[in-house]
Each structure stands twice: as C-alpha cells, then as structure tokens.
DNA sequence: CTGACCAAATTGGTCTGACCACTACGGTCA
DNA sequence: TGACCGTAGTGGTCAGACCAATTTGGTCAG
C-alpha cells in the first residue's frame, strides 16, 4: 500500500499503522500473528517483530504472550497525531480545533513565562518577531513566524516538557498549508489587533496580558480553521472514535 | 543493571535508555554496534535491534546505516518524561517545576471548555470532586481526586491531543509520594481558598475564573515542591542539559 | 602538508529456520 | 453441563548468513 523509499520495516509500520488508526482493527482485537503479517507483507519475522515493538512504543498495539492486541486510540502516545491527521484527506475538523486550543494553551502559559523570565534583549527580540507577523498576512509566512517565536519561548523557559510536547505537536501541522484549495479565512483586522495587543503588554512586561492576547488570537485562528474544513467536501472520518 | 522481570529487550531497553538518559552516551555520539551490544548484554542481535527500535520511536537514538547515533534529549518524545523523572533519587527541580506549570497550564484550559461544554449534571459532578479536595488534607487522597478531575474534564472535552498529551505526563507521577521522606509542605488556607473559589466560579459557569483559579492552584504546588525538593540532600542532575 | 581518492572493514537491513515457554482453544470425560 | 487436559498456535529468543551502504584509514598526486 504505502510503499514509500524507507526501510522495509518503516513502511509495513506505516501501513500498519494507519490501518489500525482507521479502524480497520477494533479496538481490543487481536491482530494477525507475527507469522501471517510476516507472509502477507513477504517479509521476515524479524522485520515484522520490529515492526510490532514500534507500534507498541506508539501505544497502539499491546504485544503478550498468545497475540498482539490493538489498543483504543485513547491510551497512545502522543507521536500519533501525525499519522492520524494525515490520514484523511481533509483533517479531522474537531481534531484539528482541539489541537490548535492546546496549542493555543501552551503557547500563551509559554509566552507568560517567559516574559517573566526574559531579559531586555529577549524581549527585543520578541518584538523583532511579533513586528514581522503583523508585516504580513501571507499565512504561509506567519505559520513560519509563529514557528519562530515558539522556539525563542522555548530556549528562553529552557522548558523540557514543553518541548517534548512540541516535538510531538508540531510535526505534522506545516504540510496541509501546499494544498491549493486550503485557504484561511481570517480576521485580518482581529488578528492585527490582537497581535498589537500583545506587542503592547510585551512593552508593559504584562505577561498576563500577553498570555491573553494569543490565547485570543489562537481562538481566532480557531475559528477560521472550522469554516474552512467545513465548507469544503467531506469525508466521513473513522478519527474521533468513542471516548471509552 | 536493571534486571527487572520484564522480557529481555525490555530489560536492555530499560538499561541502554538510562545509559543514554543518564548523559552517558553524548548526544551525536555513536552508540556501541549491534553485534557489540548483542555481545555485551549476551543477547541475540535480533533482541538488540527491537530494542534500539524501541529507543528510535522513544526519539533518543536514531539508526541509520553506518552507526546508530544518539539524539538529544530536547528533540525526543514525551514518553521519555517518565523515565527522566525516575532516573535519580531525588527527580530535578526543575523538571517538576516546568512539568507543573505545563500540567496546570492544561488543567486549566481544560477546565475552563469543560466548563463552557458540561451539561449541569457534569457541573455537579466536578462539584463532587472538588468538594472531596476541600475536605481531605491528604496529599495521597487529593492526587487521586485531581486526576478524577482531570478524567472527567477529559471526557467533557472529548479532546483526544488532550488525552494523549496526559498519557505520556501521568504515568511518572505517582510513585514519588510513597517515599516516607516525601512530605509535601502545601499552605492549606490558601490551598482551600483556591478551591472555594474555583467551586463559586463553577456555580457561577464562570469558565475563566475557574481556569484562574485552577491555575492559582497549580502556582501553590509549584511552591510546596520546590520547598520540598530543595531541603533535600541532593545529587547532581545529568537531566537537564544544555539547550543547544 | 593538503586534499582527493580508493579499498577494506564495519555497520545496519533483512532473511531463514530453529527451539522454548506459555496461552488459547477445542474436545473429552465425569 | 461443567471441569479437565492436550494440542496447536503464539510470542520470545537465538544463531548464522548475505547484501548494500557507510565509515575508515591508508595511499598517492598536487
């Protein structure tokens, strides 16, 4: 099926991988043994072991002794929403809103932080970014600003677990953005304002109202992401199983 | 080293993710080859090569053809988070403090869409709860009322990157409190207070209060902990390195 | 001394086939 | 009907082999 240019084992990961992301197995079903997956995709054992050891560290699979079993969605790891919002052609709406409100989340207790933290150069160079993002209303562009100041945030709260969780989030959002037909609409004149709102509390050190003005502008951004996935064709999405 | 009762890839997962954790092996570096470690943990290089799998899809190791090389810690997955806290005796201070304010920053924005979504019998579910912090002093008891909280905000919400994003941070937790020496120093008064406010917010359907005061909340643990950690003997931390 | 270049050693990628301990399942027997 | 038991199947692990690619270290020309 995806048979793309990796390794053997990476692209059997990968097919199966999303055929249970599908669906195609329910949850608490046992999956093939390692002997049938081996002859379906003609490869080893071996290959296929390894296979099972990645989709078990993802949290999906759950290898025991008498068969694999697949795990509902609910228990993974975060390293799967990549694979799950590219999984349909058009992402998951609700999946794509409640990730951009934990983003929207982070990066405002992000930005609070390290506005408290940060010293005067910092800031400057905070500015710098934020000065950029209200230049432009390219969204291609500003995605890459955000990018920006997240990674500044991020080396100024010196912040692991932040970053883990970033690592885990932002891996799969930039690629959507080549698709022609996926426009954002957005409130220009709303995000100006917002964003000079922040920049404002910036100069004040107000880190609450910093916090505030990009959780406002994140609630934005949410709201232009749900008219766009909604006005366009739709696939009815196996994503958002039960919740238990 | 860590002859746990585990299978054997497991077990040597375990090691060689501590070794690396531990700052043994310096990022970039190359790890021992295949047949090497096989050698030394007297395993099968197939054992050895699901392992390194394992420690791939972890985001600590990356294999590729002339050598499997060690990736920082900053660009790994959240499932190392668990590991890292366990590594030394007494977990980083830091780390704790920067796992709260991630925690109370998600609880919080949890909180406040749970709220603007519950149904009013949702309502007087989350008032059961925090009705059961208010009366109990025991640092035990109320852990396992906040994540009751947090299962129920959890399914209000239906946010599966929540849900995932909690998977990889609550494992590690709970295993801490049950060290004798591990006595948390929280300013009950304020503690309460915290959560009558939260409560009358919560009557109120004051959403932003609510997520105010849970934050609050959140900023006292914070505290306690680092009173608490600091006034201990200490070991020198490998775990937060160098952020580039 | 420097840099390009080449060959051998090493490394990961994969396959085959084998053995063990344990589980799951179906049939037997009371 | 229900407890019991044996077999088939499963994962866990091992050993040894081959290939393609990289790494490495030495050689040789500039």
Redo the contacts between chains.
Sequence with gaps: MANNSKSI?DCITATLRDEILRGQYRPGERLPSERDLASRFEASR?AI??VL??L????IASINPGGVRVVP?????????GPLLELHEWPDVT?VR??L??M???M??SAR?AIERASDDEISQIQRIVQRMIATDDPKENQENWKDLARLF??I?????????F???KTQFPKREDDPNFELVVDQQQRIKNLKLFELSLRKRDSKGAADAISSDFLLAIDAVERTLNSHPFETGTA?QE??
Tied chains: 1, 2.
Aim: no cysteine; glycine share 8%; aromatic share 0%.
């Design positions: 084992v071996g072991r390894e050891k990645k078990e560290e993802l949290g969605i609910e228990e993974a790891s975060l390293s799967i929403l999946l409640h990730l409100e934990v929207g989340s982070l405002s207790m932080t991020a080396r709260n010196d912040n692991l677990v932040l970053r883990l969780i690592n885990g989030l958002s919740t238990r």
